[in-house]
Each structure stands twice: as structure tokens, then as C-alpha cells.
């Protein structure tokens, strides 16, 4: 058996760290530990570490963790924030930045981040400007390897989130995906599990360097995870 990698996740809570945890479930080559703020239901065979902290101790449970890789998923809404630039900075910049400074503190070198599709340091829309900018500041952080993920909308049923307006969006998404061609198919909704399993696969690669994968390279990379081998 190849050697086991050993995964932090934050933001193991929202749509795509669910979907990563679901994942992980029954892998023998990697060992994920979660750290969140509040506890969650963990899938049937789950074989996880889940540390539930305040934001301020998160560093000292990536210290103790120690892990090879360090996944970001974290990340609120527009609307969840209070349409509040400061409480949506707090989540998105902020927080994400700490954890990002404490994972390369402790040694962590290859750190991978869901961005979205059109963050830009030039975007007019304030949530895009925002990916943008934590973009270009993890990339001055250091570490090793960086990918970042700019997934198009994510498809997938989000805890405590049933507005019927999102349910609509995901029924239209397979129509709207056959109108987006050429360089609108990065703007294509995406599966929140086709995220999780590029983050994954993403996680066993050692090159050096700073990656940026949009839909199509994520599509790539999740395919190429290898499927679990369940063991009695």
C-alpha cells in the first residue's frame, strides 16, 4: 500500500466539505482530519478525526495535526453574511488567511483552496473581487504547491438550505450547462462531489508549483481519483 496522506479539511460543514468527508469515506491512502466550529454528522464507515474548535484555537489544532495536506472549503454567502462586507470578509478573507498562515507555520507544504469561477483582483462584484484577492495573498503564503479550485455554480443540497428558488437552479443547470461553450464552460454548474473528488486527487500530488483548475481541469482531476478498496 502506498503511503497514507494525511489531509486537514476546514470548512468540512458547508456543501463541498461534506461532499469531501462523504469522499473519504472508506480510503485506506488517505487520513482526513476535520476542524469546524460546530459538530456534524459523519457518514456510516467514516474512519476521521473531527476536532470542533473556536476559530482562534484552529491553529493550534493544525500544529498538533500536522498534516501533509491542507484543504480549504470554507466559505458563507453574499446573503448568509448579512450582505455585510466586513462579516463576509471575516469568513472568506480573514479566517481563510489565518488558517492558511497557521497551515504553513506548522510545515504544512501543499495547500489546496475552493476559489470560484471568475475571481479577479478587476472583478466590479464584490464576492468575485474578494476570491480574487485571496487568490494573489495564498499565493505569497509559501507553500510548496498551491492549487486553487474556481468551480462554476455547485450543484447539491445544502444543510438547512432548501429555498426553492436554488432547487429551480438546480433542475435548469443541466439546460443552462448545453448553452455555455468555449470560454462559458468554466461558468457551467458543477457537482459539489466532482469538487470534492478533485480536491481529493489533488491531494496526492507533490509537484511543486501554484495550479489554478476551472471546471474542466476539475473534471480532469476528479476522474482521476482512484475509487476506495473497501476492506471487511
Known amino acids: 500500500m502506498s503511503e497514507q496522506v494525511r489531509i486537514a479539511l476546514v470548512g468540512a460543514t458547508g456543501l463541498v466539505g461534506r461532499a469531501i468527508v462523504?469522499?473519504?469515506t472508506g480510503r485506506e491512502d488517505m487520513r482526513?482530519?476535520?476542524i469546524a466550529r460546530r459538530e456534524m454528522k459523519l457518514p456510516t464507515g467514516a474512519r476521521m478525526e473531527m476536532f470542533v474548535a473556536d476559530p482562534t484555537k484552529w491553529n493550534e489544532v493544525i500544529d498538533a495535526v500536522k498534516p501533509d495536506v491542507l484543504i480549504n472549503a470554507l466559505g458563507t454567502t453574499w446573503k448568509k453574511s448579512g450582505k455585510d462586507?466586513?462579516?463576509?470578509?471575516?469568513?472568506?478573507e480573514?479566517?481563510?488567511?489565518?488558517?492558511?498562515?497557521?497551515?504553513?507555520?506548522?510545515?504544512v507544504k501543499r495547500f489546496i483552496s475552493i476559489s470560484s469561477v471568475g475571481a479577479s483582483l478587476a472583478a466590479k462584484n464584490f464576492?468575485?473581487?474578494?476570491?480574487?484577492?485571496?487568490?494573489?495573498?495564498l499565493g505569497k503564503v509559501g507553500f510548496k504547491r498551491l492549487d486553487i479550485l474556481r468551480p462554476g455554480l455547485l450543484r447539491g443540497l445544502r444543510e438547512h438550505d432548501m429555498r426553492a428558488a436554488e432547487g429551480l437552479g438546480r433542475l435548469a443547470a443541466p439546460l443552462m450547462n448545453l448553452?455555455?461553450?468555449?470560454?462559458?464552460?468554466?461558468?457551467?454548474?458543477?457537482?459539489a462531489e466532482t469538487?470534492?473528488?478533485?480536491?481529493?486527487?489533488?491531494?496526492?500530488?507533490?509537484?511543486?508549483?501554484?495550479?489554478a483548475h476551472d471546471n474542466d481541469a476539475i473534471i480532469r482531476a476528479a476522474q482521476a481519483l482512484t475509487r476506495p478498496v473497501m476492506t471487511p
Open 127 to 137: 464576492y468575485l473581487r474578494v476570491k480574487g484577492e485571496v487568490e494573489r495573498d
Open 22 to 24: 462523504q469522499a473519504s
Open 85 to 92: 462586507e466586513a462579516a463576509f470578509r471575516s469568513v472568506d
Open 179 to 191: 448553452a455555455l461553450h468555449g470560454s462559458f464552460r468554466q461558468y457551467r454548474a458543477i457537482r
Open 32 to 34: 482526513l482530519v476535520a
Open 195 to 211: 469538487v470534492a473528488d478533485a480536491a481529493l486527487a489533488l491531494a496526492f500530488k507533490k509537484a511543486g508549483g501554484k495550479f
Open 94 to 107: 480573514q479566517l481563510v488567511m489565518e488558517v492558511a498562515c497557521a497551515a504553513h507555520k506548522a510545515g
